[in-house]
């Protein structure tokens, strides 16, 4: 057996508030396999984005550890690359600029970082708007951006925190696409978390169910679909009873 990419073990988190503490995570364990994409589905506040941040290094949890391969997770890493759901692109920077932003970080020399840069946008078909800003780009352009920036540094594993959930239907598909093609020419790590059953469904190997807040796992549901796969997710009879499938694990109130 591989080793896996990513543990998370026994991950509790609570916040304190004005009215006491909140748990908004609760024992929650996972593994991901190199070169696996596993979608997170929950309702909405049962603490998906606690979860994302805690695997980001960005929050530490109040229970429980990170593993990034054989070392703890301490804090934000550069093996991993992470989308919000509306991201934070700098206003200022071009499109290039804003894509190449975390090699420079890196100290990476200028031609290699717009080299890389560059190619990275033609993956996601943004080539000819390396010099467009943000505000010109439409949100699903934007988006595209964000996950060119996550991906700019070649992170082990991408995070996605409902990337896609301001979108339109039909943009929205378009980037599933995207995102696709990208997993199965780079086969990186990805856990993403979406409440969109079908978007889980037709992009993931496996779906892991939350429940209400407190979130916890309470249910693992494989993918029985082939790969690759197309944009024809509507015309599987295995894709529609896998969306149930995971409706039905979700409970009623929450899709
Ligand atoms: P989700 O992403 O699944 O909608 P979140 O992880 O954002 O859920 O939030 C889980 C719960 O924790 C929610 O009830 C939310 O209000 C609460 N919460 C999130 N962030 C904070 C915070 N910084 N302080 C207090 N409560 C928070
Ligand atoms: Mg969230």
């Known amino acids: 057996m591989p080793r896996p990419a990513l543990v998370a073990r026994h991950l509790s988190h609570c916040y304190p508030t004005a009215r006491g503490e909140l748990w908004a995570l609760r024992e929650v364990s996972l593994a991901l396999m190199p070169g696996e994409f596993v979608a997170v589905v929950g309702p909405s506040g049962c603490g998906k984005t606690t979860l994302l941040r805690i695997?980001?290094?960005?929050?530490?949890?109040?229970?429980?550890?990170?593993?990034?391969?054989?070392?703890?997770?301490?804090?934000?890493?550069?093996?991993?690359?992470?989308?919000?759901?509306?991201?934070?692109?700098?206003?200022?920077?071009?499109?290039?600029?804003?894509?190449?932003?975390?090699?420079?970080?890196?100290?990476?020399?200028?031609?290699?970082?717009?080299?890389?840069?560059?190619?990275?946008?033609?993956?996601?078909?943004?080539q000819g708007f390396e010099e467009a800003y943000p505000r010109e780009l439409s949100g699903g352009m934007q988006q595209r951006v964000a996950l060119a920036?996550?991906?700019?540094?070649?992170?082990?594993?991408?995070?996605?925190?409902?990337?896609?959930a301001t979108l339109d239907a039909l943009t929205r598909e378009?980037?599933?696409?995207?995102?696709?093609?990208?997993?199965?020419?780079?086969?990186?790590?990805?856990?993403?978390?979406?409440?969109d059953v079908p978007e889980a469904v037709w992009l993931a190997d496996r779906v892991l169910v939350m429940s209400p807040r407190p979130g916890a796992v309470v249910a693992e549901v494989r993918i029985p679909l082939p790969r690759p796969r197309g944009a024809d997710r509507w015309s599987h009879p295995a894709f529609l009873q896998t969306v149930w499938a995971v409706r039905q694990a979700l409970g009623d109130g929450a899709r």
């Open 55 to 126: 695997l980001a290094g960005l929050l530490p949890p109040t229970r429980g550890e990170v593993w990034l391969g054989d070392r703890p997770l301490r804090g934000p890493d550069r093996r991993v690359g992470i989308v919000f759901q509306k991201d934070a692109l700098l206003p200022w920077r071009t499109t290039l600029e804003n894509v190449r932003l975390p090699l420079e970080l890196d100290g990476c020399p200028r031609p290699e970082a717009d080299r890389r840069a560059r190619a990275l946008l033609e993956q996601v078909g943004l």
């Open 149 to 164: 920036r996550a991906l700019v540094a070649d992170p082990e594993i991408l995070l996605l925190d409902e990337p896609f």
């Open 174 to 195: 378009r980037l599933n696409e995207v995102l696709i093609a990208l997993w199965e020419r780079q086969r990186k790590t990805v856990l993403m978390v979406t409440h």
